[in-house]
């Protein structure tokens, strides 16, 4: 199923993501829902706290099939490098980021298997992007000053700041965000 993506200003894109710890039905439904939304977008990644899902899982999709990582810990390598990046959470802004050139990311499928990830360019950019949502942190954080005062000034500017966030009906009389 494909979810609404949440948007700069939805606090649960603010909030630390809880580790998976049950590798069960509910968590490959999350995977698949992850992976559908993202390839819609389109995206090269999606952190599940951007469909409102505050758990340590990402999916990506970088040259063949697409991927996901559980838990991810990342060991990085490299002088960090500056390239253009965006961010489905903050729709029309791309900003020279500074990332690690190399990453080997440690976690598991969805299945609880233990995988590692071994990326450079793209890869290793969307892994550390991806792997940043889960701490709560945007690639907008990463910025220099000068690249962040013109980061906030987009979005104050963008068309979609300060949209509500989509409402999800838990029960016939009550609506209540989940985040
Ligand atoms: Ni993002």
Request: hydrophobic content about 40%.
């Given at each position: 199923m494909i979810r609404p993506i949440r948007l700069f200003g939805d606090p649960v894109l603010r909030t630390p993501a809880e580790p998976v710890t049950d590798f069960d039905l509910e968590l490959r439904n999350l995977v698949r829902d992850l992976t559908e939304t993202m390839v819609d977008a389109p995206g090269v990644g999606l952190a599940?706290?951007?469909?409102?899902?505050?758990?340590?899982?990402?999916?990506?999709?970088?040259?063949?099939?697409?991927?996901?990582?559980?838990?991810?810990?990342?060991?990085?390598?490299?002088?960090?490098?500056?390239?253009?990046?965006?961010?489905?959470?903050?729709?029309?802004?791309?900003?020279?980021?500074?990332?690690?050139?190399?990453?080997?990311?440690?976690?598991?499928?969805?299945?609880?298997?233990?995988?590692?990830i071994e990326g450079s360019e793209l890869l290793a950019?969307?892994?550390?992007?991806?792997?940043?949502?889960?701490?709560?942190?945007?690639?907008?954080?990463r910025l220099d000053k000068k690249?962040?005062?013109?980061?906030?000034?987009?979005?104050?500017?963008?068309?979609?700041n300060g949209e509500p966030a989509p409402e999800v009906k838990v029960s016939p009389h009550a609506t209540q965000r989940i985040s």
């Open positions: 599940a706290p951007q469909i409102g899902v505050s758990l340590r899982v990402f999916t990506y999709h970088v040259g063949e099939e697409p991927g996901h990582l559980i838990n991810p810990v990342l060991g990085l390598d490299g002088e960090q490098e500056e390239d253009d990046e965006a961010c489905l959470s903050l729709p029309g802004l791309v900003f020279p980021t500074p990332r690690a050139p190399r990453v080997v990311a440690t976690g598991f499928n969805m299945y609880g298997d233990p995988v590692t950019r969307c892994v550390q992007h991806e792997t940043d949502h889960l701490d709560g942190i945007l690639f907008i954080d690249q962040r005062k013109l980061a906030m000034k987009a979005i104050r500017e963008a068309e979609w």
